[in-house]
């Protein structure tokens, strides 16, 4: 096997990690630990739902918990949402992307170009959500005398923006190998 071919299957299993970490990022609640005595402080309701996109609302959009959700975040929290979103998009059609060209046995190195580009467009989209995130998080808290801090499903997401960055590296080398022919 070509050497282009051992790291276009290493990039597969990278990109596949982040696309696994952003969607659980995306999907569970704790992108921060607010306290109760912080939530009455600020009158945020934060007992029901502390993540980014309530799973119940994906197939529904019925019941208190849903009703008007998009329209109820703040501009900076549906830039996050909308970044995660795409950068999973973009992260499952590199690596279906990925898989349909390592069965390609003539021409590859023509057609494995795209690979650094999608590794690219995903981390500049979960480093503009883990960046606003963050810095809209660091104003929240600012303020308050809390103990307060950023939740493990915000973690999962730097998690993913590093896998993402290092399938940028890969997909870079990848095409360097493939373009050489080894």
Known sequence: ?????????????????SAILTAVALF???????????KDITHI????????????????????QCQDWWANLPGWMKCVVVCMI????VQIFAVVYNFLTCLACCCKKYIIHPLTLFAVI??????IAVIVYAAEWNQF????????????????????LILSAADVIL????????????
């Not at 096997?1 to 990690?17: D, E, R, V």
């Not at 704790?30 to 109760?36: F, G, L, Y």
């Not at 997909?171 to 080894?182: F, N, P, Q, R």
């Open 1 to 17: 096997m070509c050497l282009s071919g051992l790291t276009q299957i290493l990039y597969g299993l990278i990109m596949a990690g």
């Open 141 to 160: 808290t600012n303020g308050i005398n809390t103990n307060s801090q950023l939740g493990y499903s915000f973690w999962l997401a730097v998690g993913a």
């Open 45 to 64: 309701n934060t007992s029901e739902w502390n993540g980014l996109m309530p799973w119940s609302c994906i197939g529904h959009s019925q019941g208190t």
């Open 28 to 38: 569970t609640p704790s992108w921060n630990t607010v306290e109760n005595n912080v």
């Open 86 to 89: 795409l950068s999973l998009i």
């Open 122 to 127: 995903s981390t500049i989209l979960l480093l």
């Open 171 to 182: 997909g870079a080398l990848t095409v360097c190998l493939g373009e050489h022919c080894c």
